[in-house]
Antibody, heavy 117, light 110 residues
Framework: EVQLVESGGNLVQPGGSLRLSCAGSGFMFSKYWMVWVRQAPGKGLEWVANINQDGSQEHYVDSVRGRFTISRDNAKDSVFLQMNNLRPDDTAVYYC??????????WGQGTPVTVSS | QFVLTQPPSASGTPGQRVTISCSGGTSNIGNNPVNWYQQLPGTAPKLLIFGNDQRPSGVPDRFSGSKSDTSASLAIGGLQSEDEADYYCAAWDGRLHAYVFGPGTQVTVL
């Protein structure tokens, strides 16, 4: 069974940092693009970043470029999102999802991030 | 603000057919496959349609997708109460180098 489990969400002050993790299981992790998507309270889905199979390609939404970094460790079947200089408008539930030809066929349960003083 | 546009809401009675449109441009829908997601309240999104018209295993065949030029549509045939959810279209945008979602359409079963 394919599973994605996020962790690391928390309450953080503006300007602070957080590192989100997503552990995959039940599939060959190293063969898939991985994606982070977020959803602010009461809002729609927003793609944040993705990373290719060996970590050599990364893409970011403009609003996080330069502040967030996506990375992966295929030996640990995990993808990460390092979030720096956090702003209140980064407050959201952050989901990781499996990419590929059927992007988002599998999602984690989400981890909440709140940026507030 | 949104690269892809969708109607904010749609509704129908049980058994009716409901169609949701998604309009974009040549940099996204016009040159890349469209995917559709369903999100029930309080849950993670679920992939409903990928590659314009393909259903993942387990998705009922009353859900169907289509694409023409720079627009796409999701049709729900035989609407059921459990179809009450938010529906999002999405596609890769080659100009933005980003995966873009539409604003979502809330479907209500009357």
């Amino acid at each position: 069974e394919v599973q994605l489990v996020e962790s690391g969400g928390n309450l953080v002050q503006p300007g602070g940092s957080l590192r989100l993790s997503c552990a995959g299981s039940g599939f060959m992790f190293s063969k898939y693009w991985m994606v982070w998507v977020r959803q602010a309270p009461g809002k729609g889905l927003e793609w944040v970043a993705n990373i290719n199979q060996d970590g050599s390609q990364e893409h970011y939404v403009d609003s996080v470029r330069g502040r967030f970094t996506i990375s992966r460790d295929n030996a640990k079947d995990s993808v990460f999102l390092q979030m720096n200089n956090l702003r209140p408008d980064d407050t959201a539930v952050y989901y990781c999802a499996r990419g590929g030809s059927a992007p988002g066929e599998y999602w984690g349960q989400g981890t909440p991030v709140t940026v507030s003083s | 603000q949104f690269v892809l546009t969708q109607p904010p809401s749609a509704s129908g009675t049980p058994g009716q057919r409901v169609t949701i449109s998604c309009s974009g441009g040549t940099s996204n829908i016009g040159n890349n496959p469209v995917n559709w997601y369903q999100q029930l309240p309080g849950t993670a999104p679920k992939l409903l349609i990928f590659g314009n018209d393909q259903r993942p295993s387990g998705v009922p065949d009353r859900f169907s997708g289509s694409k023409s030029d720079t627009s796409a549509s999701l049709a729900i045939g035989g609407l059921q109460s459990e179809d009450e959810a938010d529906y999002y279209c999405a596609a890769w945008d080659g100009r933005l180098h980003a995966y873009v979602f539409g604003p979502g359409t809330q479907v209500t079963v009357l």
